[in-house]
C-alpha cells in the first residue's frame, strides 16, 4: 500500500496570516464552528471544504512507525482526531453538512479564544515541533515561555515519562497537545491550586 504525501490541512493557505481568520460573527452569519466529523473523514472532510472554497483548519503532523519489515514510515494525521475548525455563513454550513462527514456543528461563542488557540498550535505545527495530542487539559502550573522560538506562548506544564511538557490547549474541545521543552525556558505565571 502506498504512503500518501502530506495534504494540506488549512484553507485558504494564509488563514493565520490574513485578516480572514479574525473575522467577526456578521448579519450574515458568518463565524467560526468547530464540526466533529465522522470517524477517520477529518482529511476527506478537509478536501471537500477546500472545493467549496470553504475556510477550514484542521492541522495534520507527521508519525513514525517501523513497518513489519522494519522499514521506517511516516504517515500524515489529524492532530485532533474527529474536528476539524471551519469558518462559515449559514449557507456554507449547509453545504459542509451535504457531505455526508460530519455529525455535529457546533458555534463558536469565544472567537478571541478560539482564534488565539489556533494560531498558536498553527504556529508550532508549521514549526515542525514533535507533538503529542493530550485527550483533557491536566492540572499544573500555567507558564510562559521567557525565550526561544515560542517565546511569549502560555500553557501548562504536564510531565510525560519524566520529561517537561508545554501543553497547548484548545479550551474550546477542552483539547490539546503537548511539545517537549528545556524548563529553563519556562517562568511560572499562576502555581497550581493543588501544590498551594
Known sequence: MPILKRENDVYPADLFESELALTRPTEEGVHWWVVYTVVRREKDLTRKLAALKIPHYAPIVPKRYRSPNGRLRTSYIP????????????QQRYDAL?????LKCTPVTDYDMLVADLQRIYDVV?????LTA????????????????FAGYDGIVIRREGKTRLLLSIRFLEEGVSMEIDEGLLEITERCKQQE
Do not use: H, W
Not at 451535504?98 to 460530519?102: A, Y
Not at 508549521?126 to 514533535?130: D, F, L, M, R
Not at 493530550?134 to 522560538?149: C, I, N, Q
Open 98 to 102: 451535504t457531505t455526508n462527514c460530519i
Open 134 to 149: 493530550e485527550a483533557k487539559l491536566t492540572a499544573g502550573d500555567k507558564v510562559k515561555v521567557r525565550s526561544g522560538p
Open 79 to 90: 492532530l485532533f482526531a474527529n474536528y476539524v475548525f471551519m469558518l462559515a455563513d449559514e
Open 126 to 130: 508549521q514549526a515542525g515541533v514533535p
